[in-house]
């Protein structure tokens, strides 16, 4: 697991969605993201060739290849569920000072 800063997840999501890699980045709830990481992200599902952003509802039972983490305001279950997502990458999206 690491850590990745908010403002880095653009760049990030572009080279991984350049690899082909299926990204998605979970949140407890869609208001809890800041508008810059949802300007890239379809909401709700999974499609090819996209980054998804989906709630800890939606993940579960679903495998990804990079998996991004928004977890303010998640509890230790949700965490749980959010971090055993990933096929091979786990970031935690770090900083929640970003203006929405």
Same mark, same amino acid.
């Given at each position: 697991?690491?850590?990745?800063?908010?403002?880095?997840? #653009?760049?990030? @999501?572009?080279?991984?969605?350049?690899?082909?890699?299926?990204?998605? &980045? &979970?949140?407890?709830?869609?208001?809890?993201?800041?508008?810059?990481?949802? !300007?890239?992200?379809?909401?709700?599902?999974?499609?090819? !060739?996209?980054? !998804?952003?989906?709630?800890?509802?939606?993940?579960?039972?679903?495998?990804?290849?990079?998996?991004?983490?928004?977890?303010?305001?998640?509890?230790?279950?949700?965490?749980?569920?959010?971090?055993?997502? @990933?096929?091979? #990458?786990?970031? &935690?999206?770090?900083?929640?000072?970003?203006?929405?």
């Amino acid at each position: 697991m690491q850590r990745i800063k908010a403002d880095e997840v #653009e760049t990030f @999501c572009k080279f991984h969605w350049l690899l082909k890699n299926r990204i998605v &980045i &979970i949140a407890n709830t869609f208001s809890s993201i800041p508008l810059s990481i949802k !300007s890239i992200c379809i909401q709700g599902e999974v499609q090819e !060739s996209k980054v !998804s952003l989906m709630t800890i509802t939606e993940v579960k039972g679903l495998e990804f290849d990079v998996v991004l983490v928004y977890d303010q305001g998640m509890n230790e279950t949700e965490k749980y569920i959010a971090y055993t997502r @990933c096929l091979s #990458e786990l970031y &935690i999206i770090d900083d929640a000072r970003i203006a929405f």
